[in-house]
T-cell receptor, first 112, second 111 residues
Framework: DTAVSQTPKYLVTQMGNDKSIKCEQN?????MYWYKQDSKKFLKIMFS???????INETVPNRFSPKSPDKAHLNLHINSLELGDSAVYFC???????????FGEGSWLTVV | QKEVEQDPGPLSVPEGAIVSLNCTYS??????FMWYRQYSRKGPELLMY????GNKEDGRFTAQVDKSSKYISLFIRDSQPSDSATYLC???????????FGQGTRLTINP
């Protein structure tokens, strides 16, 4: 069983479109994250949710909106996609009191 | 200056060599140190986790932390082609929400 799973793995879309990436974890963790990895492999945190509550919201355009229907799911919706949004988006999870996080396989987003 | 500095490489070594990967950091409050391994087209996976200064060994991998120098290392002995990946260091003062990552070093082990 995959611990942190996200879909879709690959997404190619046109500028201006709206798209969503879904994430689910079966580790029983109470904290979930969205990270963005750019072409230079830098991993940057975007959002963090703890028990469905937004904890961290880094400087991310308003076009990005996370939604957590329950503590096992954290989805990412992106409006009006731009070329610069092309990146790999990783979902991750952890226990609130822990120091390590566990990543999903990533979603490769290409905006054309 | 970035909080965590890591040479992106690429680093290419022959099979069987000892590999040394390093990170330096500026925040003396960091206490928990990790190494993640990321294969191509995959998510980062936790490889080693250490707390405070000292060494930790796991099979062919040794993680070393020198807090006085603000320097951490990952050593890979008897390197294998399957070790070819990007290695990212990560650290936190406490709490996964505050994890800070290095850029990652791309490593290739040549058969």
């Amino acid at each position: 069983d995959t611990a942190v799973s996200q879909t879709p793995k690959y997404l190619v879309t046109q500028m201006g479109n709206d798209k969503s990436i879904k994430c689910e974890q079966n580790l029983g963790h109470d904290t979930m994250y969205w990270y963005k990895q750019d072409s230079k492999k830098f991993l940057k945190i975007m959002f963090s949710y703890n028990n469905k509550e937004l904890i961290i919201n880094e400087t991310v355009p308003n076009r990005f909106s996370p939604k957590s229907p329950d503590k096992a799911h954290l989805n990412l919706h992106i409006n009006s996609l731009e070329l610069g949004d092309s990146a790999v988006y990783f979902c991750a999870s952890s226990v609130a009191s822990g120091n390590t996080i566990y990543f999903g396989e990533g979603s490769w987003l290409t905006v054309v | 200056q970035k909080e965590v500095e890591q040479d992106p490489g690429p680093l290419s070594v022959p099979e069987g060599a000892i590999v040394s990967l390093n990170c330096t950091y500026s925040n003396s409050a960091f206490q928990y140190f990790m190494w993640y391994r990321q294969y191509s087209r995959k998510g980062p996976e936790l490889l080693m986790y250490t707390y405070s200064s000292g060494n930790k060994e796991d099979g062919r991998f040794t993680a070393q932390v020198d807090k006085s120098s603000k320097y951490i290392s990952l050593f890979i002995r008897d390197s294998q082609p399957s070790d070819s990946a990007t290695y990212l260091c990560a650290m936190t003062e406490g709490g996964a929400q505050k994890l800070v990552f290095g850029q990652g070093t791309r490593l290739t082990i040549n058969p």
